[in-house]
């Protein structure tokens, strides 16, 4: 399986932009780029995911390289409440048994939002 | 809003004793999933269901099992728990072709 890299931590201040971003070297054409966090003491949630092209929604944006080996997720404005382990995962295209495979995360991006 | 919710979100038992842990959606959701989550080895699937009496192992079924009766419920047994049990376990649903699960709070289990 295709793997992803993402640093350990980071921090930022609240109500600034944070870009956390995510290398996967070995992306193959049927994989797209997955992004969930999971908030203290609570279960992951899915943030965005995208294939080719930049994806925006009402809590973040993805930016794909053009090469597609790195992408960065991006928090307009970070608020206490984003403060969560951040994940960047590949899954293959939905369609092709997508919705029935189970998620591997790594260890992710702790993401500390300083007040 | 949709909802996965866990019958509890900690639980101790001790060596031996069977165990269930009961999850509930209620988004007619097809698949369903059970993870545990270990510090240092992130999310692992234990095992999944894509429709109702139906079943699939994931990466660490060993010492599990499951039952789907019902499309909205799907329940984790350990049969005789152990110690090496001790974990956090999650549970998720998805649609037949969604790319987003939704997962429940998750249950902290402690097997002493």
Redesign the interface.
């Known amino acids: 399986d295709a793997k992803t890299t993402q640093p350990n931590s980071m921090e930022s201040n609240e109500e600034e932009p944070v870009h956390l971003p995510c290398n996967h070297s070995t992306i193959s054409g049927t994989d797209?780029i997955?992004w969930y966090r999971q908030l203290p003491?609570?279960?992951?949630?899915?943030v965005i995911?995208g294939l080719t092209s930049n994806v925006n929604n009402r809590m973040a944006s993805l930016a794909i390289a053009e090469d597609r080996k790195s992408s960065t997720l991006i928090l307009h404005r970070a608020t206490l409440r984003d403060a969560a382990v951040y994940y960047c995962i590949l899954?293959v295209l939905?369609?092709s048994g997508?919705?029935?495979d189970?998620?591997?995360?790594?260890?992710?991006t702790h993401l500390i939002i300083q007040p | 809003d949709v909802k996965?919710t866990q019958s509890s979100r900690y639980l101790v038992k001790r060596t031996g004793e069977k165990v269930f842990l009961e999850c509930v959606q209620d988004m007619d959701h097809?698949?369903m999933?059970w993870?545990r989550?270990d510090p240092?080895l992130?999310?692992?699937?234990i095992y999944?269901s894509?429709d109702v009496k139906m079943k699939?192992k994931?990466?660490i079924p060993e010492g599990y099992s499951v039952s789907r009766e019902k499309k909205e419920r799907f329940s984790l047994i350990l049969e005789s728990a152990s110690t090496n049990q001790t974990s956090m376990y999650?549970c998720?649903s998805?649609?037949?072709?969604?790319?987003?699960?939704?997962?429940?709070?998750?249950t902290r289990l402690t097997v002493t």
């Open positions: 797209y997955h003491s609570q279960g992951p949630e899915y995911h899954r939905v369609g997508g919705g029935a189970g998620l591997t995360f790594g260890k992710g | 996965v097809e698949n999933f993870y989550q240092g992130g999310l692992r699937l999944f894509y699939e994931g990466d999650l998720a998805a649609g037949a072709s969604s790319y987003e699960q939704y997962f429940g709070p998750g």
